[in-house]
């Protein structure tokens, strides 16, 4: 080890150079998900829909930068540089809503999502960039820290280190890299996959009209083979279900049932929208799973949804940045606003409105405020009521 070497040591600089790399995300344990690939498993409408739900209703939230100061209070910053970025975009090619959402279904279907910080030469926060985590290796370098090598698919990588990217995990095994549900619930997702193959082999090859054809006699093996493979040619398939059937020679049609089996397909691919909407907490209603929907209940799934899916994934996202973005021990925290879920309840919103002016926690311009309206001009302010019912000009 040089001078250099051991003065970083000493220091606790971590160093770019791959000689401490200890162990690879891809290798089997260490991130590596069984089962079916993120993008074998999206093949199943319900793991595609859970993840759309939960990826585009965080990206479709306000984020919020606040600073609090001495006594706590929190201060709205629209100037600050992250506020900007989530108003004009991540980058060139990206806005604020396209990012979060690849970020946010590059976690929940791998595990991990992973985008490298954009700073000027003075340091400030001008952006992010989305990076698919399959174009990342992970390494432990000898500080206990991270660093992440990144393809850009032309043979090159790059290695950044921890504070120079947002890493966004699910649950890990180890404390470092995250493991996606669906290879934790690996056999759950492999019999919903082996329901939906059955399925489309049924519909592909089931014949309509669907029996046996009864000979007289005994047909040569070549006979056998022809009348197999006419039948397959004008009666096989879906686009074929009700055709004519022409029998000859004494033949007869004698028609059968569908199989227990095949009648339990339908109710066993129900279940299996069930099982993954657990793996991802999303309730059915959210995926249009609406079997056994009420009234009543469908008011609540949003509601249910926002505060046990949404909420503690906007939480670590939050976490996050706090982690990586802002400098650390500093004012400024990230907020993803998930109120604005209630604008879909105007009856709700505004009734909650209501009792906010009258128990005093908000005024009326406030909540105009809260509505996306400017206050009114002071001259145009409505009249009060106090609380014997008489009006204050």
């Given amino acids: ?17 791959r000689g401490d790399q200890s162990w690879s995300a891809l290798a ?48 709205e910053l629209p100037t600050h540089p992250m506020a900007k970025i989530a108003r004009t975009g991540v980058n060139d090619q990206m806005s604020w809503p396209d990012f979060l959402e ?23 926060l001008v952006g992010f960039r989305y990076v698919p985590w399959g174009m990342v290796t ?14 850009d698919g032309r043979g090159n990588t790059r290695r950044y280190l921890e504070g120079e990217v947002l890493h966004l995990r699910d649950r890990t095994d180890d404390g470092k890299i995250g493991r996606s549900r669906l290879s934790r619930a690996a056999e759950t ?3 919903v996959q082996a329901a939906s193959s059955h399925a489309s082999a049924f519909l592909a090859n089931g014949a309509s009209p669907s029996g046996v054809i009864e000979v007289a006699g005994t047909l040569t093996p070549a006979q056998r083979a022809s009348l197999r493979t006419s039948f397959q040619e004008r009666h096989a398939g879906v686009g074929k279900a009700g055709s004519t ?75 996050e940045f706090a982690r990586s973005v802002f400098p650390s021990g500093g004012p400024y925290e990230l907020e993803l606003d998930l109120s604005g879920f209630l604008r879909g309840d105007p009856e709700t919103r505004w009734n909650a409105h209501k009792i906010a002016i009258e128990a005093g926690v908000l005024d009326p311009d406030e909540v105009r405020q809260i509505e996306g309206w400017n206050p009114r001009p002071a001259g145009q302010r409505p009249a009060r009521a106090n609380a014997g019912g008489q009006t204050n000009g």
Wanted: charged content about 15%.
């Fill in 1 to 17: 080890m040089g001078l250099i070497d051991r003065v970083a040591g000493w220091a606790g600089f971590e160093r770019r150079d």
């Fill in 28 to 75: 089997p344990g260490l991130g590596y998900h069984a089962g079916l690939s993120a993008r074998a498993a999206e093949n199943l409408s319900t793991v595609l829909a859970c993840t759309n739900a939960i990826a585009t209703a965080l990206a479709y939230v306000p984020p919020l930068v606040y600073r609090r100061d001495g006594e706590g209070n929190r201060i």
């Fill in 102 to 124: 690849h970020f946010v279904a590059s976690t929940l279907l791998t595990g991990n999502g992973l985008a490298v910080i954009l700073r000027n030469g003075n340091g400030q």
């Fill in 138 to 151: 992970v390494a432990e370098l000898s500080s206990g820290r991270l660093a992440y090598d990144v393809s």
């Fill in 189 to 191: 997702v492999a019999s």
């Fill in 245 to 319: 059937l022409i029998l000859d020679g004494g033949m007869k049609w004698n028609a059968s049932q569908i199989s227990p089996e095949d009648a339990e397909l339908l109710e066993t691919r129900k279940f299996g929208v069930i099982e993954l909407c657990r793996l991802f907490q999303v309730p059915p209603p959210i995926v249009q799973a609406y079997e056994n929907n009420t009234f009543t209940n469908a008011a609540q799934a949003g509601l249910w949804f926002a505060t046990f899916c949404l909420a503690p994934w906007a939480r670590k996202i939050e976490a």
